[in-house]
């Protein structure tokens, strides 16, 4: 079992910079997909980044939604088992609670687990991203 603390939320203008990171405690982190999804007021939970486990012929693939590619980048650090959701060019549609989410990935490509929020079984609490100016 996993678990996950997200931080680096807080407010942006439009064009700005925010730097999100997800702590993972558990075992077998390199074994771990992480997700970073996010949900606007009355919305669903949508999907933005995912990265696939670590080693492998398709470790560390990435995957990203067509809203933030080009403007966001994910990356993982196995040491310190981290995986952090670097964003740039900041629009107002980016507000959002920024969950972080794990499992343990198989042999699915990372695009068709980031598609489908129960293939991933832990979440952390969620970071507040607010882009306004």
């Known amino acids: 079992q996993s678990h996950l603390v997200e931080s680096g939320g807080g407010l942006a203008q439009p064009g700005g910079s925010l730097r999100l990171s997800c702590a993972f405690s558990g075992t077998l982190f390199d074994d771990y997909a992480i997700g970073w999804f996010r949900q606007a007021p009355g919305q669903e939970r949508e999907a933005v980044s995912c990265?696939?486990?670590?080693?492998?012929?398709?470790?560390?693939?990435?995957y990203y939604s067509d809203s933030v590619k080009d403007r966001f980048s994910i990356s993982r650090d196995d040491a310190k088992k981290m995986v952090y959701l670097q964003m740039y060019s900041l629009k107002p549609e980016d507000t959002g609670t920024y969950y972080c989410?794990?499992?343990?990935?198989?042999?699915?490509?990372?695009?068709?687990?980031?598609?489908?929020?129960?293939?991933?079984?832990?979440w952390g609490q969620g970071t507040q991203v607010t882009v306004s100016s």
């Open positions: 989410a794990a499992d343990f990935q198989g042999i699915t490509p990372i695009h068709n687990m980031c598609n489908d929020r129960e293939a991933f079984g832990s």
């Open positions: 990265i696939a486990r670590s080693g492998g012929r398709r470790g560390g693939a990435t």
